[in-house]
């Protein structure tokens, strides 16, 4: 009984520790907040997804003509739509990449 | 040493409900620190977990009836692999196992994405610690693994069935696909409270996802395996409520990762998908509700308990918290792409959407039906095989049909004319594999005969695509075909390893529909010397023996087995009759046909004192087919979860261009 309790208390003291390491580690820290992405960013990020999905569906739809999947009449219909939307989130990327501030790094 | 035991799981459930609390406070407040600090508690609760399952387990195998979990479960005659595989054939240690992977998944979720994701990390801690946190209550409070008694001589013993390597998997499997689905709930709900709709929280869960949901497909296989050679009723699948709560998640989980494609490709869906998370991990934890609860009559409830009311309690705020936050985060999830076209391949996964849907919710139906009819009437009725095989004729059919069709149509739109061109080979396939099968008499079930002429359909698409795809990569520079082809997959590893999934339900099809519509049945009491037959095959009873085996005394009938004038050799079949646990198990004789997938089934139904037995045999044309399928369903599962380089080298360029840390 009595090692049981011993090994359940340092189980808890060993847990009390590691709960505490990130304000022992930092006792008194230049900032505490929480490094999140700002407007700017999730803006940026919003658009990188929009400018791959994008790329992939461009990418896809190449493959798919390639393989026969999709026939050339359809492939006519898709592609401009589909290089107008790439070259729209490419635009919308480097006019957000101008205005805003450029990427800091985060650790 | 059950102290420490307690202790532990004590120490585990302070961590979680700390994570839950201070986590939930400072991604509130923002605050850093605080933030670290609940993401440790929730993996030092993994740590803890461990060592309370470390715990039990060295219980179990020290044959400690003092443990009264372990005198339940175990005996001193129980070999050794049985006796870890009581940790989870019982309630305590089954919801212990549950809390220790929960846990374990939590701390592997977090650290792996707690520096590219950590503004959603902050929220997903306390909706794992929630979780986490509701497990660690149950096994300290409400069914604890280490509850003491003065230690009997020996232990109870585990129930017969149990006693069967599968066991050893099954179970494990399922536990593994169940909590698997909180990691996409956890972070679904986590996006959803921190406000953050970009792809993270799919890119972090797409391969928790896909494992959860191999692991249950996995795990029923195993379990219907099982069920066909050990619970010897002749079946392998009896939409018993608790095969059917590992069924109806499994269902779910198959809708989400064909729709998450669409908001991936196309950004639609969101709020879709969302209810698609939330769904599967309610239908997870209901799963977990029914097969220990012991609240329907199932060959799987082996106990019944107190915890039932705790479970639905749960589940009922999982679901009431969850719909209220999508309710509340509606207008941002709201997409701004339409579908443009009823004819393409997102329209067609919509569908398949809404057919596993219904399959899911008719499942759901069935299962509750007695609960509902004994609370209104006071009586349980329970809906039977019929009703359950229309709605998987009436849906699954479709479904089949739809995994042939959706490969072959474009994004978007696709023109009528395409289509003509583009089905023309697959119904062709399709048409004359029908013509055949009729001609050689499988219209005795149309069901059947339209399920394998929606499979021919269905293969020939899958070998098109695999064909034309890499006759397309050789044309793009690859120097051999053998190069071709695995650039093609390994390019797009989801897309094709999905197609080997779809090949392996295709032959789970064939063999479903073999062994169910076209089977056949005969039943005699023979005594020693007699013969009867079923269909090409004749069986002679020749003798009964009996053996001891390690804890069982075996009775078994051999039976001489002849196809028209070849000798095939000797069946055996009989019954195992338990000493400790004071049970009769039928061990059941199978011959299978490795060539045509074909299998003769011998049930020993009663065996009398003059030594005549009372036999039911089965001919099950295609059943191996069922259990290739689990290998064919491995392999695909592993190509699709197998890591992406290029994709991954796109995905830290992206997070690099916002500051996020390339290391995820």
Known sequence: ?107 | MPELGRAALLVTLGLTTYALVAGAYAAHLGRRRLARSAQNALVASFVTTAVAAAVLLSALLRNDFSFIYVARTTSEALPTAYTISAFWGGQEGSLLLWLLVLTGFGAAAVSLNRRWARDLIVWVVPVFAAVATFFAFLVVAVASPFATQSAPADGAGMTPSLQNPYMLAHPPLLYLGYVGLTVPFAFAIGALLAGKFDERWLIATRRWTLFAWAALGIGQLLGSHWAYVEVGWGGYYAWDPVENAALMPWLAATAFLHSVMIQEKRGMLKVWNVLLVILAFSLALFGTFLTRSGVVNSIHSFTESSIGPWFLGFIALTVAASLALVFWRLPQLRSPTKLESPVSREAAFLYNNLLLLALCLAILWGVVYPLISEAVRGEAVVLGRSYYDFFLRAFGLPLLLLMGIGPLIAWRRASLRSLATTFRVPTIVAVVAGAVLLSLGAGSSMPGLVAYTFSAFVLATIALEFVRGTKARKALGATSWPTAFSSLISRNRRRYGGYVVHAAIVLFAIGVAGSSAFDSVAEAKLAKGESMRIGDYTLDYRSLEERAGPNATEIRATLGVRRGDRDLGTLQAGKNAYTIEQQVSNEVGIRSDRLTGEDLFVIAEQIDPDGSVYFRVFVKPLVNLIWLAGLVFLVGSLITLWPDRREQRRLVARASEVGLPATR
């Open chain 1, 1 to 107: 009984l009595t090692l049981a309790l011993l090994l359940g208390a340092a189980l808890a003291v060993g847990c009390v520790v590691a709960v505490a390491l990130p304000f022992l580690r930092e006792p008194e820290p230049e900032s505490d907040a929480l490094d999140e992405l700002d407007d700017d960013d999730r803006r940026r990020l919003a658009l990188l997804e929009e400018r791959d999905r994008a790329l992939a569906a461009l990418k896809e739809l190449e493959f798919d003509h390639r393989t026969g999947t999709v026939s050339d009449e359809d492939y006519r219909a898709q592609v401009g739509a589909l290089r107008r939307d790439v070259a729209a989130a490419l635009q919308a990327l480097a006019r957000v990449s101008g205005e805003g501030q450029p990427a800091r790094k985060r650790n």
